[in-house]
């Protein structure tokens, strides 16, 4: 019988827990939509109620049904046609992949119930900082501090997460970590600035690096920086050659983090093994 936690799931009932996760996603993806749209512009993220921007026609419910509404309405406002933008659709369903994923990974490596919660809301901060830096070049206080605030609860609740039963010492060594990120990633900004005489690195990566750290330790934040860091310095090259900028043209630094963050949570403990398989005891 499939254990999650304290939970025992009929191996029959899989399917549905399975298929849930990824309903739970898609419904998280279009609050995600919300937050990406708003956050950027200061708005607020509940009111005034969703509503086409051009002609002001308020959503109703069975027009803000994730991935249904957008494909019914041809990615259409039912009032004055404008235009949906296609990533509203792409925002729910990849977020419901990634809460699918993560549940099967969860679930398969039998792992405490509390980083399921983690994960899920690593999940929502990847996914509005990899769209938001994207379109903006910015990664809000907005998204980042809930998630410092995520990670400290839940090693609270949860002291598993950090391979302990007290619930201080769990504390202790979330916020230890979101500490040390927070000072590590800020020194590596100010040297980077002193070096290049440019900012190397935004205010915004280093409080997203400091949140990685409370939520997923200092080797998930390690891992978060060094593959966002290739990736982002490859893709620059590759940027710059193809379009004959300048290394000082700006990429959004964000989507890299982001796509390092999540292979963390899905892959870290067996990137850790296969690590430590090159130094045996």
């Not at 119930?113 to 899920?120: D, E, F």
């Not at 915004?204 to 290739?230: E, M, N, R």
Request: aromatic share 16%; with cysteine; hydrophobic share 50%.
């Amino acid at each position: 019988m499939p254990a999650f936690g304290s939970f025992q799931f009929l191996p029959q009932m899989m399917p549905f827990w399975y298929f849930m996760s990824f309903i739970i996603g898609c419904c998280i993806g279009s609050f995600l939509n919300v937050c990406i749209y708003r956050i950027p512009a200061g708005k607020s993220l509940s009111m005034p109620p969703s509503h086409c921007p051009k002609c002001r026609h308020r959503i109703r419910w069975y027009e803000n049904i994730p991935l249904l509404s957008w494909l019914v309405l041809r990615g259409q406002c039912s009032s004055c046609k404008c235009r949906i933008p296609a990533r509203y659709f792409l925002v729910e369903l990849l977020t419901g992949l990634l809460f699918f994923v993560l549940f099967f990974k969860v679930t398969l490596d039998r792992q405490p119930t509390g980083i399921l919660l983690v994960y899920y809301g690593m999940t929502m901060l990847i996914v509005t900082t990899a769209f938001i830096d994207y379109e903006h070049r910015i990664i809000p206080n907005k998204t980042t501090y809930p998630a410092m605030l995520l990670g400290l609860v839940a090693a609270l609740l949860f002291p598993q997460i950090w391979h302990t039963t007290s619930h201080f010492k769990a504390f202790l060594l979330s916020l230890a970590s979101l500490i040390g990120c927070t000072v590590f990633m800020a020194a590596f900004a100010i040297t980077g600035k002193m070096i290049f005489k440019r900012d190397a690195l935004g205010w915004g990566d280093v409080k997203y690096i400091a949140a990685v750290g409370a939520c997923l330790g200092p080797l998930g934040a390690f891992f978060t920086l060094l593959f966002g860091s290739l990736t982002g310095t490859l893709a620059g090259v590759g940027i710059m050659l193809r379009k004959r900028t300048s290394l000082k043209t700006a990429i959004p630094f964000g989507p890299f983090l982001a796509a390092g963050t999540y292979l963390w949570m899905v892959f870290g403990e067996r990137l850790t093994s296969f690590y430590l398989s090159f130094f045996p005891q």
